[in-house]
């Protein structure tokens, strides 16, 4: 028998206040079919899944005290998919924000990649902002663990480069306005290409390690082991979302002997271990 519902997937991030954001999902005649509230966690993830039959909806998110869920008091937010596709993601409001949309049978089209993403969707200026709390929330975490499975047979004796130990030396500055990265890696459908060295290696890292740390789901999987990251030929691949970013390893200034589907983004990194009788060869990530 042909189901005839489909699936509703509601995930929380909550901000420095759990308690007070909840939500709810409306049908057509305003019955509340879905709901989510009394969150006691602060800055932890919670999933709803609902099926539910075919009809329009309305999701709403409330704040009691009306300041959204982010960013000054955390980087809390909302995504909301309809089967396999997300539908919207937020944070930044008031007292409420509501998403109309509707649930049916019918396959969604592909999404098509979006070569040339303009970055300037996403204006404004970064202030910095002295925030211990903030702080003391992100040490909490702990180092990240894509950073223990990339560093463990070269780094784990110094904490896998996660500096642990030197955190005091750091001024508590937080980054708020600009670009939403956290938006960006969601919304974004294209691929990336990283090519080069550690400096390369580590652009790929710090990618994958921003997610993990906003609570987003990294599905990495090692394409070509050839040392952990440490030889020529190391390929690794990382699903965030619709994002796909692969980072292949090659430690001189010479074409690899790759055959790759041509990405949308390309980051070239420095190849510092490219010498000559005198000098050694750096170059600057860049943007193509």
Known sequence: MKRKC?????????????????????????????????YEEKNKRYDDTSCLPYGDYQFIIYDTYG??????????????YVGDTLKKVGGDFNKKASVEFSLNGLVPPTPVPTPGFNLTTYPGDVKWIKNKKWFE??????????????????YANIDYRCCSNRLHELEPLEAVGSLNYLKIMIEMNSSVLIY??????????????????????????IKND??????????????????????????????????????D????GGWHHEKNETNMISILPSFF
């Open 226 to 263: 050839a040392g952990r990251m440490y030889k020529p030929g190391t390929e690794w691949e990382a699903h965030i979302g619709y994002l796909n970013i692969k980072y292949y390893r090659w430690d001189t200034l010479t074409l690899a002997p790759i055959n790759i589907t041509e990405p």
């Open 137 to 154: 929330r992100e040490k909490s975490k702990g180092c990240c663990p894509y950073a223990k499975i990339l560093y463990k047979e070269r």
């Open 6 to 38: 489909k699936f509703l997937d509601v995930t929380i991030t909550t901000d420095d206040y759990p308690e007070e954001t909840s939500f709810e999902v409306k049908n057509q005649n305003g019955k509340v079919v879905m709901s989510g509230d009394s």
């Open 67 to 80: 300041d959204g869920m982010c960013c000054s008091e955390g980087r809390g937010g909302y995504e909301l």
């Open 265 to 268: 983004y390309f980051i070239v």
């Open 196 to 221: 080069g060295d550690s400096l390369a290696e580590q652009h790929f890292l710090f990618m994958i390690c921003y997610a993990w740390s906003l609570g987003r789901q990294v599905n990495l999987e």
